[in-house]
């Protein structure tokens, strides 16, 4: 029997349920399996918390370079490499392209085209605007050269080399490298090798974790150091991203996946049950459910507890489902808004008679997907949108990946006389406020050359 939280808001207060989420999915980054806490020991000889284990891993790195980092991946990953085998050589990212399967392949370049189309059109431009006696011009630059992080320890993820290579290369950005695990599912799998070929990409390092957002963020004798490092990853790979922070810009602190599903009596009980066990299956993912009609929500945990051995990941959704799941009764429509924005969550589906009048009163989500027929699958994988999206109730302040977020700003000022004179009164009054008068004077200087 699935064992799912369930709240009625007519007689419950969901404060407390959705508290519990909020800590299970945080980034605060205290909580691991016992099969991390033994690898910790293991490796350090003492228990440490993840926090601990990035701080003492960054700073090896930082400190010894590329001799920890290749200590690290004997260690951690039980992978020995050296100075030329932790980069995947051009001839094994030709062959595996080579060998691929023409059909994946083919997917691959509609989903890039689809992924530019979209990237492409949200893009910044520079803008201009003309004032009195001058102009000023926000100007966007492309960052130099970033690292791409690629899970690839319990599957492999082409799509996550999508929906971060193509943005970066709609922004311009010259150089990517791509960091992914050595693993079966990550640097040695053909599938992965076979995108970055096709994408263009010819810098791929066999590494991940936190040695391995290290190695690119300082810079090793083998890794050039970054400018930005993008993309999902574990928990140590999420907190070495915020400890890193400062010295490479970076995109997000991710967490677990989640979905919030919103319906009402039009939604079809087999469709919502399959969204959310399609949540679940990341293990840990977490899936909310929230309508306002009751029969939707037991019709859809009754199909939930039918299916969920049909799939090849039932058990990981089940677990994931009990854990970190919960099926929430609001009172109407209104309060399942305001709810979902209180979750603040990385997807919305809104699979109700009206989405998208729904839609606009959702204030915070990483993406909401909207009706019967736009499930969150169809923005993992093929869309255009990138799938790297706000975890962790961060959707209130952060959005999605894009290509802008690999573009820099600029402000551009340029100004003819009779503009430093338009603006040298105001300039004088708060420089002279401040007592800055190394200012005051930079533009009265001027102003008693002109005369």
């Known amino acids: 029997m699935l064992k799912i939280p369930w709240v009625d808001c007519r007689s419950e207060d969901p404060a407390h349920l959705l508290s519990s989420l909020r800590r299970k999915l945080g980034v605060q980054g205290d909580i691991v399996s016992p099969a991390s806490r033994a690898k910790t020991k293991e490796v350090f000889g003492e228990e440490l918390t993840p926090s601990q284990v990035v701080e003492r891993i960054c700073r090896d790195v930082q400190k010894r370079g590329l001799a920890a980092v290749l200590d690290y991946c004997a260690r951690i990953d039980n992978v020995k490499l050296d100075a030329e085998s932790i980069r995947v050589p051009a001839d094994e990212l030709e062959k595996a392209h080579r060998d691929a399967d023409p059909h994946f392949l083919a997917a ?18 520079d803008v201009v605007v003309e004032t009195v006696g001058g102009y000023l011009r926000e100007r966007y630059r492309p960052v130099r050269r970033v690292a791409v992080c690629v899970p690839g320890g319990a599957a492999a993820y082409p799509s996550t080399l999508l929906m971060t290579v193509v943005p970066a290369q709609c922004a311009g950005v010259k150089e990517i490298a791509v960091l992914v695990p050595p693993t079966k599912f990550g640097a040695y799998n053909p ?13 791929v390092y066999r590494l991940g974790g936190a040695h391995g957002v290290a190695a690119l963020a300082y810079g090793t004798e083998s890794t050039p150091k970054v400018d930005k490092i993008v993309g999902p990853g574990n928990l140590f790979v999420a907190l070495a991203k ?9 995109d997000s602190i991710a967490g677990p996946s989640e979905v919030v599903v919103i319906v009402d009596g039009t939604a079809t009980p087999e469709f919502v049950a399959f969204d959310l066990m399609a949540q679940a299956e990341h293990s840990p993912g977490s899936s909310v459910l929230i309508g306002w009609e009751e029969n939707i929500l037991r019709d859809t945990l009754s199909v939930l507890e039918a299916r969920l051995h049909d799939m090849e990941r039932g058990d990981l959704a089940r677990s994931a489902l009990e854990e970190f799941g919960a099926v929430i009764l609001a009172k109407n429509a209104e309060q399942a808004c305001e709810l979902t924005n209180e979750i603040a969550p990385e997807h919305v589906h809104i699979a109700t008679a009206n989405p998208e009048a729904l839609a606009e009163k959702i204030d915070n989500a990483g993406a909401i997907f909207l009706g019967h027929f ?5 923005g993992d994988y093929a869309a255009g949108p990138s799938h790297v999206l706000p975890t962790g109730g961060t959707a209130r302040f952060a959005g999605p990946l894009s290509a802008n977020e690999f ?37 009265e200087i001027r102003r008693r050359r002109a005369r």
């Open 108 to 125: 691959v370049r509609r989903i890039r085209a689809n992924v530019e189309h979209y990237q492409k059109a949200i893009l910044h431009r």
């Open 191 to 203: 599938d992965i090798l076979a995108t970055c070929f096709e994408l263009g990409v010819n810098e």
């Open 242 to 250: 915020k400890y890193v922070f400062g010295e490479v810009d970076i």
């Open 374 to 378: 736009t499930p969150v699958a169809l």
């Open 407 to 443: 573009l820099h700003a600029t402000s551009v000022l340029h100004f003819t006389q009779d503009g430093l004179e338009h603006l040298a009164e105001d300039v004088i009054m708060l420089a002279r406020r401040e007592g800055l008068t190394a200012h005051l004077a930079s533009v």
